[in-house]
């Protein structure tokens, strides 16, 4: 296709900071689009893996202390999460239980598929924390001891999966990965950077990442070509 016919179905603003990043080579530009869009797929398949092993893991712990029906629950009377500095995630866990409601009917496995992200990100915001018994850490039981050079605690943990959920949702609105923040300027850095935390946490949680990605994980290679673009202008 040539390059017209492709401005034509993608639009010119969206190719706008592709081609200022290969200097006006329209050839270049896309394929540096289609190598970000190789590179989001890869991270996207990383990152559903493990937003799942980190729910799944979320969800253990909370059944254990909390009961069967812990997420539901949380949002009723006298729930973990009924109160009204944490309106926002009951009104996310209530409109989701809502929507299984009308649909086929609630279980627990149905209404934690409906939870995004952000929901198992702020479990290890203050409040929420606290709420689930200031001990969810437990659930990366390989993850360092804290001293006094670094710190391993719940604000590392939410820190990091905010840097994963920013990626994630930036993949999911279509936005470019592969460009160093604030500039035109390319490369992967962003991408592997955000990719070892995952492998990091997946570590953490007792997983074996390498066994449990194994045939799914195409991150590298993704990166490799980017390099390579920018390597041969």
Same mark, same amino acid.
């Given at each position: 296709?040539?390059? !017209?016919?492709?401005?034509? *179905? ?12 290969? !200097? ?31 729910? !799944? ?22 729930? *973990? ?5 944490? =309106?926002?995630?009951?009104? *996310? ?14 279980? =627990? ?12 990100? #702020? ?5 929420? #924390? ?11 039981? !390989? ?30 609105? =279509?936005?470019? *990965? /592969? ?43 993704? /990166? ?10």
């Amino acid at each position: 296709m040539n390059y !017209n016919d492709f401005e034509g *179905i993608v639009s010119s603003e969206r190719l706008a900071r592709y081609l200022k990043a290969c !200097n006006g080579d329209k050839r270049k530009a896309m394929i540096l689009y289609r190598y970000n869009l190789h590179a989001s797929e890869a991270m996207y398949s990383i990152i559903s893996c493990f937003e799942i092993a980190l729910r !799944n893991a979320i969800d253990r712990h909370m059944t254990t202390h909390f009961g069967n029906d812990w997420l539901r629950d949380s949002i009723l009377n006298g729930g *973990i999460f009924n109160l009204p500095i944490l =309106h926002k995630t009951r009104d *996310i866990i209530n409109c989701a239980y809502q929507r299984v409601q009308r649909g086929t009917g609630y279980t =627990h496995p149905k209404l934690l598929a409906e939870m995004e992200f952000g929901i198992w990100k #702020y479990m290890f915001s203050p409040v929420q #924390y606290r709420q689930s018994g200031n001990n969810l850490l437990k659930i990366f039981p !390989n993850k360092p001891r804290s001293s006094r050079q670094a710190q391993y605690n719940r604000s590392t943990i939410f820190n990091e999966l905010d840097r994963i959920n920013s990626l994630r949702n930036r993949i999911a609105h =279509h936005e470019p *990965i /592969c460009f160093v923040s604030g500039t035109s300027d390319f490369d992967s850095t962003y991408i592997e950077t955000t990719y070892q935390k995952a492998i990091t946490l997946f570590n953490w949680l007792g997983i074996d990442a390498k066994s449990y990605l194994f045939g799914l994980d195409h991150v590298r290679k993704a /990166c490799d070509r980017i390099k390579s673009l920018k390597d041969n202008p």
